[in-house]
């Protein structure tokens, strides 16, 4: 268990408008027994962010299930091609499968005609087995560590993408972030990071997963860079998520902290690959993911 965490329990009373924004942004236009249409939040990168496209078709999924009981096991998704903000996106469920314990989906996220992403989803109920996993890093309680404004505070010009987000999500880094260590001129393997909702995410599992979901495109190729020293911001980096995986192991509740814990093994043909594990406040694994991002470093000349 993470030190200190036991007695880490003060209540999330507050709904940030941000988070407000996701929850809306979760709760999909059901317009037939398989297609939904989702819509974007008032701030948004240039192109839809990968995360809310992996949540929204998770959302969809799993409201076309026959069992509302039915855990999730897997999600992988293929990111084709880059979403327009000012428009609403379609969400296309195909039904490969439906048993009393398994069920396979496929979901279609399209505008315009144009695919986006394509998502496998499947689900099972599993029941006893045999269990092991790997710790929980040891890392400082979140209630220790200062809140994502303050670790922005005096980089607003460096990082303006990361300071004008939709920010629904609390972070509490046990490291320093990409950006602070590049300006210490130091460089680090790993990346810790601990999250919660920013409000009170409604008693439906689908949601609290979805929010995971959403989170797990935040931070998990920061050590594919931070390796090297560099970070966004400082260097010039073009990156972009290719295909993203997460198996879930257990459920989650994102109205408590949960700690993410990634690093990258492998970068090599202009691409990386970060992998991450959520760990619950008990230091149990909850989830195990793996992106890889096409990531383009351009050297500044000297």
């Not at 959302?59 to 039915?70: E, F, G, K, M, T």
């Not at 689900?123 to 670790?151: C, F, K, N, W």
């Amino acid at each position: 268990m993470p030190a200190g965490l036991e007695s880490d329990r003060e209540p999330n009373t507050d709904c940030s408008p941000d988070f407000q924004e996701l929850l809306a942004v979760l709760d999909l236009n059901r317009l037939g027994d398989d297609l939904f249409v989702g819509s974007h939040p008032s701030k948004n990168p240039m192109r839809t962010f990968g995360g809310q496209l992996m949540a929204q078709s998770f959302v969809a999924s799993s409201r076309s299930l026959r069992r509302d009981d039915l855990p999730p096991s897997a999600l992988s998704v293929h990111f084709i091609n880059g979403g327009d903000t000012a428009k609403d996106i379609e969400f296309h469920v195909v039904r490969l499968r439906d048993e009393r314990r398994f069920a396979n989906r496929r979901v279609d996220a399209v505008q315009d005609g144009v695919l986006l992403s394509t998502a496998m989803i499947s689900y099972m109920s599993g029941g006893r087995g045999l269990e092991h996993a790997v710790d929980a890093p040891a890392v400082p309680p979140p209630h220790t560590q200062p809140p994502i404004g303050e670790l922005l505070r005096g980089y607003e010009q460096t990082v303006p993408h990361f300071v004008n987000a939709l920010q629904p999500i609390e972070w509490r880094y046990t490291n320093d972030p990409a950006w602070v260590m590049r300006d210490k001129g130091e460089r680090l393997a790993h990346n810790r990071v601990w999250l919660k909702a920013l409000g009170t995410v409604p008693d439906d599992p689908v949601l609290h997963t979805a929010t995971m979901v959403y989170s797990s495109d935040t931070t998990v190729l920061d050590s594919v860079i931070t390796t090297h020293g560099l970070s966004w911001g400082f260097d010039r980096i073009f990156a972009a998520s290719a295909n993203h995986s997460v198996w879930f192991h257990r459920s989650v509740n994102f109205n408590d902290w949960v700690l993410y814990s990634t690093s990258s093994p492998v970068a090599a043909d202009s691409r990386g690959l970060g992998t991450g594990h959520f760990f619950d406040g008990a230091g149990q694994l909850v989830a195990t993911v793996v992106q890889e991002g096409v990531l383009k470093y351009f050297p500044r000349s000297r």
